[in-house]
């Protein structure tokens, strides 16, 4: 038996069932060629011994999914376990973003003027893609690839930064509403720090985990934020406390920064959206326009859609990040209840195998 809080991070390629059924769905390349929608894209390091060809984009989705669910997957939600579990809102805020706008703008100008080459579609381009691997140099295609990946790097990089002071506006206005315990989550250490300086200033209590915590540093910042009625805001990276830890003392979770994997802001939203978790929590966005947010929001939720499919067969309108959230800041006393994302299939019932071919099976959970 495997047991998943997360089986597929981002795409259909992600989820690997040939440890518990051999063959079931074919080998890599197979399952490439049939389910995804790009198959046998050159892959981004092909001098490694490694190297073999990237299966990128979705398809069949629904069919994935039945043969899943027909012979190993068992899917377990959150209301399955916990119907009393209090609402999960998830709101987009927009902000205005602020600071290096000249930076922004540059990166952003880079991007259009150097788009990714599409796949060689010839005899010759394919011939010449061939000597340069062969050679151990980089094709055009793979060049370009390669520096695009860059920019991009660059360009989420610098959104962090811009979207502080307004950020920190917003974070001092939910801090001002009341009683209010907030979980902070970024990316890179200088938007953690800015918050962290803001904090001081302010003279808010806080705590931080980020990549350098060690235990015992994690769990006396759990125990304080849990337990001090003064610790108010808890600033955590996306990589380094989304999963593993309780934070359900938090009303709400404040996403400074976005990540490319989806399942990350998911298991995110979670540290305050689980057991024992006294009222709705409500997750707040922040998107600023003319950054790589413009890039970035839409591809999540085109990844939450290929995801909700593959694991809940569920397709189309409730699968991404934007079907639950406005424009609109209500209060978590006011708003209505909101589900999207890999949430918003929680009230669906759950079908159960009709049979199994043997006693192994993955069992799929949305808590960790």
């Given amino acids: 038996m495997l047991m998943f809080s ?7 390629v992600d989820l690997q069932v040939n ?28 001098s490694s011994p490694y190297a073999a060809p990237e299966y990128r984009g979705a398809c069949r ?72 691997r062969t050679m151990g140099i980089e094709s055009d295609r793979e060049r370009s690839k390669r520096e695009r990946n860059t920019l991009l790097t660059a360009y989420w990089r610098a959104t962090g930064p811009a979207k502080i002071k307004g950020g920190v506006a917003f974070l001092n206005d939910l801090l001002d509403r009341g009683d209010v315990k907030v979980l902070v989550f970024a990316h890179h250490q200088a938007v953690l720090d800015a918050y962290e300086d803001a904090m001081r200033k302010a003279k808010v209590g806080f705590v931080r985990i980020d990549g350098s915590s060690n235990d015992a540093h994690r769990k006396s910042a759990v125990d304080a934020f849990q337990t001090q009625k003064g610790t108010r805001v808890a600033l955590l990276s996306i990589t380094a406390a989304a999963v593993g830890l309780t934070l359900n003392a938090a009303q709400a ?82 708003a209505k209840r909101q589900r999207s994302g890999l949430d918003a299939a929680a009230d669906e019932s759950v079908a159960t195998p009709k049979k199994h071919h043997s006693e192994q099976v993955i069992v799929i959970s949305d808590d960790d």
């Fill in 6 to 12: 997360s089986p597929a991070a981002s795409s259909c």
């Fill in 19 to 46: 440890m518990l059924r051999p063959q079931l769905l074919g080998t890599y390349h197979e399952f490439g060629q049939r389910y995804c929608t790009n198959p046998g894209v050159q892959p981004s390091y092909p």
């Fill in 61 to 132: 989705l629904t069919e994935l999914n039945q043969r899943l669910t027909a012979a190993v997957m068992i899917r377990r939600q959150k209301d399955d376990v916990a119907s009393q579990l209090p609402d999960k809102i998830r709101q987009k805020v927009p902000i205005e973003a602020e600071g290096n706008a000249a930076e922004l703008r540059n990166i952003s100008t880079q991007l259009q003027e150097n788009p990714v080459r599409e796949a060689s579609n010839t005899q010759e381009e394919q011939g010449l893609d061939e000597i340069a």
């Fill in 253 to 334: 979770c404040l996403f400074a920064e976005l990540h490319w994997t989806p399942s990350l802001l998911m298991q995110a939203e979670d540290r305050a959206h689980r057991i024992g978790v006294k009222s709705s929590v409500t997750c707040y966005y922040l998107i600023a326009k003319n950054t790589a947010d413009d890039i970035m929001w839409p591809m999540i939720n085109s990844k939450l859609s290929v995801i909700g499919t593959l694991i809940d067969g569920r397709s189309g309108q409730g699968s991404g990040m934007e079907s639950g959230a406005g424009g609109a800041l209500p209060s978590p006393q006011a």
